[in-house]
């Protein structure tokens, strides 16, 4: 490879964008001013949480992202009415401390490609602290039933409010960490970072425009969503209803699931990454210093995520290499008058383990193609599950996903349901 192409393979290397979107970001203005990096470091809430791994940069990594649902910030305020009407949420007496996204990332070591999976957040599953008294649940749930338990415990015993507020938050936290490990059979978690819902809307506000495609014309008005079909640029109001959409209330036949939802939110990961590739995102202080405050209230993260060791991390991810899969779901079920997820949990075990330790690759003799693909190295996916065969994210400007269940990879803006 000749210096000119060495400079231009370099040009397109771009940060993931994975929903971690707020550290890259801030991370990033670490490598233009130090200062802005131990801001950060200084102003974020930490939580210590147990049984951690190896140092980062010494072999793999496991990320748990937890994206709230409450309507409050980290300190437990409510947030500013403007940010209310713009996700279309009630105030901050609706709604408790479920965590509705729940998503592993695995860095692997020396580089291979990274794995994002989705966990349903209505999964039934067993809660080995049993939180509050309670056994099982949906996922979601465990972080809200220990938060409860915690902070019940610690006002019991004369703790400030401010103190027992935070310390519930941190015993959450654990339970779902431990919840999600033993679910997926004993997965180490080495890092957390948890989202609210006003995080998310004002770092989409801080890069918006974002591009997003879609399969189908769809509205939904408990979410506010009112979208076209194709490719099209979101606001931060936009963005909050693509991600949160779950149903069409329009009179059309389409119908959409939480399954559904959960794939925006993995193409949305991957529309934040193409978007992160414009370097003024990056240089624009002015954009940074309100990713700072926005961390300062909204995001927590472990006291052992250095962020300097984990930018390094993601920038080593080059465009196309994580892709997303969801977990899947064996049927639908009613328990205590609950609609939940049935999981076959020795099946999904064994289906992380297989994503956790793929085999090592094998070079094809030369001349030859492997299976599914052509002589010119593009392969081909089913993406409906009906045997169909469309090109790979690599090969077109926006891949087209019919489901949930396939993976689904980074690289362009893909279109989805």
């Known amino acids: 490879m000749t210096d000119a192409a060495r400079r231009t393979h370099r040009r397109r290397r771009w940060v993931v964008g994975i929903i971690l979107v707020v550290v890259v970001a801030l991370v990033a203005g670490v490598i233009y001013a130090v200062t802005t990096y131990a801001d950060v470091n200084n102003g974020i809430h930490r939580s210590t949480i147990a049984n951690q791994g190896p140092a980062q940069n010494t072999g793999e990594s496991n990320f748990l992202i937890m994206g709230l649902d409450s309507r409050v910030d980290e300190n437990g305020n409510p947030f500013p009415q403007a940010i209310y009407d713009q996700i279309h949420a009630e105030d901050s007496s609706v709604g408790g401390y479920n965590t509705n996204v729940l998503m592993l990332i695995h860095i692997p070591a020396g580089g291979g490609k990274a794995v994002g999976i989705s966990i349903p957040r209505d999964d039934y599953v067993d809660f080995p602290d049993s939180p509050g008294g309670v056994d099982q649940g949906k996922i979601k749930e465990a972080y809200g039933d220990a938060f409860e338990a915690a902070l019940q415990k610690e006002t019991d015993k004369g703790a400030a409010q401010a103190t027992a507020y935070q310390n519930a938050r941190s015993a959450a936290r654990q339970s779902t960490i431990d919840t999600v490990s033993a679910f997926l059979g004993g997965v180490r978690i080495d890092h957390f970072v948890e989202v609210t819902m006003a995080a998310f809307y004002e770092v989409a506000q801080a890069v918006a425009p974002i591009t997003v495609c879609l399969n189908h014309a769809t509205a939904d008005t408990f979410s506010g969503a009112d979208f076209p079909a194709g490719v099209q640029q979101l606001d931060a109001a936009q963005a909050m209803a693509f991600v949160r959409q779950r149903r069409d209330t329009t009179s059309s036949d389409f119908d959409l699931t939480d399954l559904d939802r959960t794939r925006r939110q993995q ?36 006291d052992k995520l250095d962020l300097l060791s984990f930018a390094q991390q993601a920038q080593s991810l080059a465009g196309g290499n994580i892709e997303f899969t969801t977990l899947p779901i064996d049927h639908f079920g009613t328990i205590d008058g609950q609609s939940v997820n049935i999981v076959d949990v020795d099946a999904i075990r064994a289906q992380v383990q297989d994503l956790l330790n793929p085999p090592t690759p094998t070079a094809a003799p030369s001349g ?40 689904l990879q980074s690289g362009n803006v893909p279109c989805v349901n």
């Not at 193409?274 to 003024?280: C, I, P």
């Not at 299976?371 to 087209?400: F, H």
Request: proline share 7%; glycine share 6%; charged share 15%.
């Open 267 to 302: 193409a949305f990961m991957v529309s934040l990454a193409v978007k992160l590739k414009d370097a003024s995102t990056f240089t624009d202080f002015g954009k940074l210093q309100k990713l700072i405050n926005v961390a300062k209230k909204d995001v927590a993260m472990d």
């Open 368 to 407: 030859s193609s492997s299976p599914g693909s052509s002589s010119s190295g593009s392969s081909t996916e089913s993406s409906s599950g009906s045997g169909a065969a469309t090109p790979t994210p690599s090969a077109v400007p926006n891949p087209v996903y019919t489901d949930s269940s396939s993976m």
